[in-house]
């Protein structure tokens, strides 16, 4: 799975065309949408699934292109897509859970978790894994130098608890926890242990009773091969020379806390519902969720090269866009790119979800947004 980075997005056109906060939105005729997406339009190709609800209805949901070359399968709202890093919110949100059970603190310690844990383990917390200011040593980069030379598709794939594994040779953090901020998948995969700890289940057992199925996401899965399948699954792609050549996994790909969730536009409006309507968690409890994180000495936190850090919770970034507040997040893995982007003061979220390498979903999740914002 590759690192993920989200841009700040800027005011690129004329403040007299910016709608804010919580004014009026624009009505958007469907064909505006269309437009946006027209070069995803091909019964050949694989393209996008795209969703907008307003005012807690969806208003918007259509499927461009198709969901697997081998048989021509149109995408459609009830296609299941590989979300990538856009899972980390479910995975938040199941320590979240454990944290409302009583069963775990956000203060906590790996070594409280896992005593066998080295003794750098001691100054990491279970809030710095969940706002990616642990320091944790990125695993791909480990198997990068375990594997170099070696292509990725003669390496074998790696689990949460090989991970897990992994981190347990090192003897170090790549920077004093909570001092500074680097967006780790480590962290979130090292996470679904902990939830597997503290709960006793496997963590897509985990996801599945105290969130799928509570909220009606019936289509929505942690993907294990061997031990479930995806419904309408999705096939991630990748263009070459010769035409689209099919790159649905990868040695990251079986990987859970970090990015293994696969589910579609009808789930994520229901997901979409509960958050709105605080159905898991109360609006309390789910307040550090979008509350962004700051350095242990209260300060604005920086990236290792000194860049000021984006704003993130847990699961989510919480930068602004065109002056709204936003929680956001983008997911990128082989053959797939996702977005979701929710703006509670607009009572607005929009969904892209493709399965082609090279479609700029989060960009694209702008450009919806435009249409709302910008006033006709």
């Known amino acids: ?33 269309d437009s946006l997406f027209s070069k995803f339009v091909t019964v050949h190709d694989p393209g996008c699934a795209v969703l907008v609800i307003k005012e807690g209805r969806p208003i918007f949901r259509k ?14 709202p009830e296609t299941n897509f590989r979300l990538a890093s856009v899972s980390k919110q479910f ?38 894994l969940l706002n990616h200011t642990s320091g944790l040593i990125d695993y791909e980069d480990i198997m990068a130098k375990q594997y170099a030379g070696i292509p990725d598709d003669k390496i074998p794939q790696i689990a949460d608890a090989g991970v897990l594994d992994l981190l347990k ?23 679904a242990m902990v939830v ?11 996801l599945r009773r105290r969130i799928f199925i509570p909220l009606g996401m019936t289509n929505t899965v942690a993907y294990e091969k061997g031990r479930n399948e995806v419904a309408h699954r999705a096939y991630g792609h990748t263009r070459a020379a010769a035409g689209w050549r099919e790159t649905d996994q990868s040695s990251t790909s079986a990987t859970l806390g970090d990015g293994g969730v696969y589910t579609s536009l009808e789930d994520l409006a229901k997901w979409d519902a509960a958050l709105a309507g605080s159905k898991l968690l109360t609006a309390k409890e789910m307040d550090p969720a979008f509350t962004p994180a700051t350095a242990v000495n209260g300060v604005a936190l920086h990236d290792p090269d000194g860049n000021v850090a984006p704003l993130y919770g847990f699961g989510w970034f919480l930068n602004p866009y065109r002056g709204h507040r936003r929680y956001a997040h983008e997911g990128e893995t082989v053959g797939f790119r996702t977005a979701i982007q929710r703006y509670p003061d607009d009572h607005l979220t929009i969904v892209v979800l493709s399965n082609r390498a090279g479609a700029d979903a989060p960009a694209l999740a702008d450009h919806v947004a435009d249409l709302y914002f910008v006033k006709h």
Do not use: C
């Open 169 to 191: 040779h090192e003897t170090r953090t790549s920077f004093v926890p909570g001092t500074r901020w680097a967006y780790s998948n480590s962290g979130y995969v090292v996470l």
């Open 196 to 206: 597997e700890k503290r709960s006793g289940m496997r963590f897509g057992d985990f």
């Open 63 to 76: 499927g461009y292109g198709v969901a697997d070359l081998r048989t021509l399968q149109k995408i459609g």
């Open 1 to 33: 799975m590759k690192r993920i980075g989200i841009a700040i997005g800027g005011f690129t056109v004329g403040m007299a065309m910016l709608s804010w906060p919580g004014a009026a939105l624009a009505q958007v005729p469907a064909s505006a949408i």
């Open 91 to 128: 995975t938040a949100m199941a320590v979240m859970l454990l944290v409302h059970d009583g069963k775990l603190r956000y203060e906590d310690h790996l070594t409280d978790v896992f005593p066998d844990f080295p003794a750098y383990g001691n100054t990491i917390t279970v809030r710095q």
